[in-house]
């Protein structure tokens, strides 16, 4: 019998390993791919964005009934059910996996689960993967090229262990009881996002942050206005903290640190969330035998997402220089199977990748902020809208927020969109598309918008730059 020489194998089952795979086998090549876990869809699908967004509709959901009178429902003070919150996310979790493997066999991809390792440099064009089966057998993959998409692990702080007290974003999604308070430690989409979550159901939260502004990737601005609506939600916020510690004690721990005039804090708290960003998942897949050397753990590469080793690829939060997004991840796994199979691509935009943080108020932003535009030397100039001049967000209760608009004032091209408030995860998409087609802010201010809709407020956003916004 012939031994099988795929085309491609993809090293990891995540958003970045699954696209690709499944891009490269709708290309006609023949693709294996390989995944450590005993499900597909990595951090993302099993223990990150889709089971937090799950948790956050439940949030929301029950935000609403809370207060159900206000929208002319009449029913009994509704109880919080902590164990189907947590059924309902591993519901759509367990669909959205079965849906992965369907597809896998639709499209004709071979998996292997187990652990995959790069054995070396590619000999007569062929490159070697060693899976350390499930069953602990080994099994040697061959293949002409080679994707990397390990993925990425929760960053502890030194001199921790994730246990039942101190978690990260994989051991939150299980505690079996709710909370009555919780400390955040880290204030990026992780931390804020899991803040309101626990926020709305109940518990006390605290967050330390040790820079000097919460979600610090995003416009000035933003940080300013989530601050103050996370503050006036009750949620406790300390910025640029200093010396964290964690005692563990028969109540949960005692968590202190050095607040930002150099007194002593500390917080009695039942959990604590660590959620000071992610490591990449590159130790021990056989990197020291090629030519790839990582940078603190992360594969630098090519705009095609080409490593230093002829033939091997990496996509997905393990490349340096991107950001450890889902959607960044998956588009870089298309363009690599379009690359690999000699097909139309182009490389990703840093500046065309959305960043989206699913608080309440939602954040959303593309493009330059205010500070980076100034700083590439362009003529700023800025436009900001209120959500309150905005119908439909008056009909859903969601007031709070603003669009900004950073454009370049000598030719009118949109530079950045940055948004806060209702569905702003959702209408992101229309300013992701303005910027890569390189729309200006004339062109979109008679762009058509329905009404009443929440996106209706980018048409005001937009107009606000010439100081014409009609409903402020």
């Not at 594969?299 to 889902?326: K, R, S």
Request: charged share 25%; aromatic share 6%.
């Amino acid at each position: 019998m012939a031994e099988t020489i795929y085309d491609v194998v993809v090293v990891g089952g995540g958003p970045a390993g699954y696209t690709c795979g499944i891009r490269a086998s709708q290309y006609g090549l023949k693709t294996a791919l390989i995944d450590a876990n005993d499900r597909l869809g990595g951090t993302c699908l099993l223990w990150g964005c889709i089971p937090t967004k799950a948790m956050l509709f439940s949030a929301e959901l029950w935000d609403h009934l809370k207060h159900a009178d206000r929208y002319g429902i009449d029913m009994a003070a509704p109880k919080l059910n902590w164990k189907g919150v947590l059924a309902r996310k591993d519901d759509v979790i367990s669909r959205h996996t079965k849906g992965l493997d369907f597809l896998m066999k639709k499209n004709k991809i071979t998996i292997f689960k187990g652990f995959g390792k790069l054995t070396g440099p590619a000999k007569d064009g062929i490159h070697t993967v060693e899976v350390k089966l499930a069953d602990g057998k080994n099994e040697t993959i061959k293949a002409k090229k080679v994707v990397l998409a390990t993925g990425s692990d929760a960053r502890m702080l030194p001199g921790y262990k994730p246990d039942s007290t101190v978690l990260t974003n994989y051991e939150i999604l299980k505690i079996e009881e709710m909370p009555k308070s919780l400390v955040v430690i880290g204030s990026g989409a992780v931390g804020v996002e899991f803040a309101s979550i626990f926020k709305s159901f109940g518990a006390e939260v605290t967050i330390l942050e040790m820079l000097p502004r919460v979600v610090p990737a995003e416009d000035e601005e933003i940080s300013k206005e989530l601050l103050r609506l996370f503050k006036k939600r009750g949620i406790d916020i300390n910025l640029s903290v200093k010396d964290t510690k964690i005692e563990k004690n028969k109540e949960g721990a005692l968590v202190s640190w050095t607040d930002s005039n150099g007194k002593p804090q500390s917080k009695q708290t039942e959990k604590v969330l660590v959620a000071v960003g992610r490591a990449p998942r590159t130790t021990d897949i056989g990197l020291d035998k090629t030519k790839i050397t990582p940078d603190r753990g992360f594969i630098m590469t090519n705009e095609w997402m080409e490593t230093t080793e002829p033939g091997i690829y990496a996509i997905g939060d393990i490349v340096g220089g991107l950001p450890q997004l889902a959607h960044v991840g998956s588009m870089a796994g298309l363009v690599v199977a379009a690359k690999m199979a000699g097909k139309y691509a182009r490389p990703v935009n840093r500046t065309r990748i959305p960043g989206c943080t699913y608080t309440d108020p939602q954040i959303a932003s593309v493009g330059l902020t205010e500070a980076q535009a100034k700083e590439k030397g362009f003529q700023v100039k800025v436009g900001k809208f209120p959500f309150v001049g905005n119908s439909k967000a008056t009909i859903v209760d969601a007031h709070d927020g603003f669009v900004k608009v950073v454009s370049d004032a000598k030719y009118g091209e949109i530079l950045g969109v940055h948004i806060i408030g209702p569905y702003a995860t959702e209408i992101i998409a229309e300013c992701v598309t303005a910027l890569e087609l390189e729309a200006t802010v004339e062109e979109m201010m008679f762009t058509i918008h329905a009404h009443p809709t929440v996106a209706e407020a980018l048409l005001d956003g937009f107009s606000s730059v010439e100081g014409m916004a009609v409903n402020v």
